[in-house]
């Protein structure tokens, strides 16, 4: 299965009750939650495997880390085009 959206945000409540920490706390804080009980489940029975969920929160780190380039590459043509147009 791939990543094609982001989830819905975790609420503050939802982020400490899952121990996410804060720099994990983004748009995939929901696949990082999802693999932190995997492996909380993992740890009490070694036959669970968190490969899936590991690998769904990285693919979600991965398209939001290109979302996040993109927007700042849109941001900074958007400044040249005002700068260009204010010294014009």
């Given at each position: 299965m791939s990543v094609t959206q982001f989830p819905p945000l975790l609420s503050e409540d939802d982020c400490q009750k899952y121990k996410v920490p804060l720099k994990w706390r983004d748009r995939c804080a929901a696949?990082?939650?999802?693999?932190?009980?995997?492996?909380?489940?993992?740890?009490?029975n070694s036959s669970v495997s968190c490969k899936h969920d590991k690998h769904s929160w990285e693919e979600c780190e991965n398209l939001d880390l290109i979302r996040r380039r993109k927007e700042l590459q849109q941001a900074k043509e958007q400044r040249r085009e005002e700068l260009a147009t204010a010294s014009s």
């Open positions: 696949y990082f939650a999802l693999y932190q009980t995997c492996l909380i489940r993992q740890s009490a």
